[in-house]
């Protein structure tokens, strides 16, 4: 369950399941995480949504740190702030808002009502329709004002978003292959992926094989999740040739920072949506800390990677399917 509403009055917890807070906490189901972890719950009490890191969701062998995590947090905080926007309401974020208490991560609160911008009504129907995309995209480029657009969307929240020129797309791919051959090395991080690709029945969480995509050569290869199983999902015939790959970057490396790349990376990934591009996340290139390193020498050492991002367009879309979502669900404090 990943949304209680803590109020004991049964009256309460249906108003606040019905109302602006909780409508938002169901709409950040839809946020993206590593690998499909969803490790975050929102409680509802008081007028008030606080966001939780679910550590029992933590990936011990690829994430450590929390980092990526915190990072899957943000883009629910996001969707839920999206949500609130469209319907009109104004709220005050709170980041991290008791240092006693480190599974806290945000506070929402609704401030008054604000009337909804075109572009805020955009982005939330954006959530409804936003997959990750981890097929091969088509040869046609995409174009550069869709890039500055995805870079202004990072920058409003705080995170940057660096686009990679052709000799760079080089060095991501060398990247990508190491980390790929670390990851696949190591006996935890392989039955780390064995445990959320291979879900119970009826789960609602993880990355199933079936949505897996074939191996085919691409500029820049991306995440095995069916290494040594039949991926179903068919790559088509495209080889990414007009993929954008940018590197999603924060100028510190802090929980908070952290928190507020995640936040970024679903404002960029939502805004791709407006823009007509498919997109998906690689944050295998920021896993293993060597690799994370060699990255920021893209950035000339400016900033921390958080991940990696690809942009692109598909001539079939609609075709990717949904992953599982979780479903809210209310218990008593």
């Given at each position: 369950m990943s949304v209680y509403f803590t109020d004991t009055d049964p009256t309460m917890r249906a108003r606040a399941s019905s109302g602006p807070l909780g409508q938002a906490?169901?709409?950040?189901?839809?946020?993206?995480?590593?690998?499909?972890?969803?490790?975050?719950?929102?409680?509802?009490?008081?007028?008030?949504?606080?966001?939780?890191?679910?550590?029992?969701?933590?990936?011990?062998?690829?994430?450590?740190?929390?980092?990526?995590?915190?990072?899957?947090?943000?883009?629910?905080?996001?969707?839920?702030?999206?949500?609130l926007a469209a319907g009109g309401h104004a709220v005050a974020v709170h980041r991290l808002p008791d240092p006693d208490d480190a599974t806290l991560l945000a506070r929402l609160v609704l401030t008054g009502r604000r009337t909804p911008e075109?572009?805020?009504?955009?982005?939330?129907?954006?959530?409804?329709?936003?997959?990750?995309?981890?097929?091969?995209?088509?040869a046609i480029p995409v174009p550069e004002?869709?890039?500055?657009?995805?870079?202004?969307?990072?920058?409003?929240?705080?995170?940057?978003?660096?686009?990679l020129r052709d000799d760079q797309v080089v060095e991501l791919t060398v990247a990508a292959s190491h980390a790929s051959d670390a990851e696949i090395t190591d006996r935890r991080y392989r039955a780390e992926?064995?445990?959320?690709?291979?879900r119970p029945p009826g789960s609602a969480d993880g990355v199933p094989v079936t949505g897996a995509v074939s191996t085919v050569p691409r500029r820049v290869p991306v995440r095995d999740f069916a290494p040594g199983d039949h991926a179903t999902l068919d790559?088509?015939?495209?080889?990414?040739?007009?993929?954008?790959?940018?590197?999603?970057?924060?100028d510190a490396d802090?929980?908070?920072?952290?928190?507020?790349?995640g936040e970024a990376m679903s404002a960029v990934l939502l805004t791709a949506v407006?823009?007509?591009?498919?997109?998906?996340?690689?944050?295998?290139?920021?896993?293993?800390p060597?690799?994370?390193?060699?990255?920021?020498?893209?950035?000339?050492?400016?900033?921390?990677?958080?991940?990696?991002?690809?942009?692109?367009?598909?001539?079939?879309p609609g075709e990717v399917p949904r992953t599982p979502r979780r479903t809210p669900g209310e218990e008593s404090s």
């Open positions: 906490a169901l709409a950040a189901l839809r946020a993206p995480s590593v690998f499909n972890t969803q490790p975050w719950r929102w409680e509802l009490h008081d007028g008030v949504a606080d966001l939780r890191a679910e550590l029992g969701r933590r990936l011990p062998a690829l994430d450590p740190d929390s980092r990526l995590l915190v990072v899957s947090c943000g883009t629910a905080l996001n969707h839920a702030v999206v949500s075109p572009m805020d009504l955009r982005m939330a129907q954006a959530t409804t329709v936003r997959r990750t995309d981890r097929r091969p995209f088509s004002e869709s890039i500055e657009t995805l870079r202004a969307a990072a920058e409003r929240h705080g995170a940057h978003l660096q686009f992926l064995s445990a959320w690709t291979h790559p088509g015939e495209d080889s990414d040739a007009g993929t954008r790959y940018a590197i999603l970057f924060t802090t929980p908070t920072d952290w928190l507020i790349a407006c823009s007509g591009l498919a997109s998906s996340p690689m944050s295998d290139v920021t896993e293993v060597s690799v994370r390193q060699s990255l920021r020498q893209l950035l000339s050492g400016l900033g921390w990677p958080v991940l990696a991002l690809r942009f692109g367009i598909v001539h079939r």
